[in-house]
């Protein structure tokens, strides 16, 4: 299964903001967006004006980079999202939310989304009662996805017992801190998608 390996906050670095790809060390002062804003490489800042295809290229990274999709498998994403009927930027997003690792992110059971990878890879989590390893698994309303019964003394999963007590998650879903489970209530609604991306400069991107 193929995933980017290098360092991620190259990652932000390059996108000029943050993604929260490592968990806490994004809201501390160790986050490299903190201590060196600057693009990535070793001819600095470079002022330039950027071409439309430019904004449209960087949006589209940054969407894909936040989800952790390679290439492929995002412009995959994007086609499935043409061919369902409402608006196609926001029908790209729903399909992001709902992959099995956005899903467990969300839900507090992980410090990010990489984290989540993991975890699901390594057979810690089942959707209704079947442990999934797909990270890119899509949830449906009315599915239960909780941490399998051998995993829930590990380390991760205790602490995330005591953090979810007082942790919010989106309203499309619900999350039971003491089974350590949750249940997808519904899909996802724009306004409870992230809003500092802007999808329809991906769809402009891939209508060119």
């Known amino acids: 299964m193929a995933r980017y390996t290098g360092p991620v906050c190259r990652l932000c670095r390059r996108e000029g903001g943050k993604l929260y790809l490592k968990g806490a060390r994004c809201y501390t002062k160790k986050c490299a967006i903190e201590r060196r804003p600057s693009p990535p ?14 904004v449209q290229l960087r949006e589209k ?17 994007f ?7 409402g608006v ?16 467990v992110f969300r839900m507090g059971f992980a410090t990010s989304r990489a984290q989540a990878r993991q975890f699901v ?20 309303p009315g599915d239960r996805v909780e941490v399998r019964e051998a995993s829930r003394t590990n380390g991760p999963f205790k602490q995330a017992r ?9 309203d499309w879903l619900t999350v039971d801190p003491d ?30």
Not at 79 to 85: D, I, T, V
């Open 79 to 85: 086609e499935q999202a043409e061919s369902r009927p």
């Open 121 to 140: 890879g390594h057979r810690h989590f089942s959707v209704n009662g079947r442990p999934t390893t797909i990270p890119s698994y899509q949830v449906r």
């Open 162 to 170: 005591e953090t979810l007590r007082g942790a919010q998650v989106p």
């Open 179 to 208: 089974k350590l489970a949750g249940t997808v209530t519904g899909e996802p609604r724009r306004d409870q998608m992230p809003l500092e991306l802007n999808e329809q400069l991906v769809v402009e991107y891939y209508s060119r």
């Open 88 to 103: 196609t930027g926001e029908n790209l997003l729903r399909l992001l939310e709902t992959r099995l690792d956005n899903v």
């Open 41 to 54: 490489g070793q001819h600095g800042v470079r002022r330039r004006k950027v071409s439309d295809y430019g």
């Open 61 to 77: 990274q940054k969407v894909r980079r936040v989800y952790n999709v390679l290439e492929r498998q995002f412009h995959g994403y």
